[in-house]
């Protein structure tokens, strides 16, 4: 059974730092693309990032390009999203998702809550 | 970057409905890599629908979608209770990825 299980998600003042992490489990997880979206407070899907299967290509939304960072460690069947110079408008529930063109499996999401 | 527009914001229908969701893009998504998600509150998203027109593993076939080139459609044959949530449509044809904003399906 394909897990994805996010950690990290908490309470963090603006223009700080915090490091997701996503723990992936039921697959092969060096041979799939990896996402992270994220989810304001009753608002809708925003992808934030993607990173292909080796860790070589990243991409990300204009909106936090910068100031975040995507990584993954096979060898831990880990996905990471790192955040800097975090902003009141990065509070959200980010989801780690594999790719298969589509996003086939999402994980249950971290809450991120940027306030002072 | 293409901006999906779905409509309407909120459907409100009634169990055993047929309910027809609409997601529009603004340019072209390519060879229909146009997915569909539902997303109940409290849950992450569930795909439903991807290549526009096939239903992802476990599906009910009473969910079907159609469409290319600009226009997709989110067809939910019969309503069953447990159908009313957020749908969403997404584009995967071109970087960066992006969704529709999403519309909410309630219960009249």
């Known amino acids: 059974e394909v897990q994805l299980v996010e950690s990290g998600g908490g309470l963090v003042q603006p223009g700080g730092s915090l490091r997701l992490s996503c723990a992936a489990s039921g697959f092969t997880f060096s041979s799939y693309w990896m996402h992270w979206v994220r989810q304001g407070p009753g608002k809708g899907l925003v992808w934030v990032s993607r990173?292909?299967?080796?860790?070589?290509?990243?991409s990300y939304a204009d909106s936090v390009k910068g100031r975040f960072t995507i990584s993954r460690d096979n060898a831990k069947n880990t996905l990471y999203l790192q955040m800097n110079s975090l902003r009141a408008e990065d509070t959200a529930v980010y989801y780690c998702?594999?790719?298969?063109?589509?996003?086939?499996?999402w994980g249950q999401g971290t809450l991120v809550t940027v306030s002072s | 970057e293409i901006v999906l527009t779905q409509s309407p914001g909120t459907l409100s229908l009634s169990p055993g409905e047929r309910a027809t969701l609409s997601c529009r893009a603004s340019q072209s998504v390519s060879s229909s890599y146009l997915a569909w998600y539902q997303q109940k509150p409290g849950q992450a998203p569930r795909l439903l629908i991807y290549?526009?027109?096939s239903r992802a593993t476990g599906i009910p076939d009473r969910f079907s979608g159609s469409g290319s080139g600009t226009d997709f459609t989110l067809t939910i044959s019969r309503l069953e209770p447990e159908d009313f949530a957020v749908y969403y449509c997404?584009?995967?044809?071109?970087?960066?990825?992006?969704f529709g904003q999403g519309t909410k399906l309630e219960i009249k």
């Open positions: 990173i292909n299967s080796d860790g070589s290509r990243t």
């Open positions: 997404q584009q995967y044809g071109n970087s960066p990825r992006s």
């Open positions: 290549g526009a027109s």
């Open positions: 998702a594999r790719d298969y063109g589509d996003i086939d499996y």
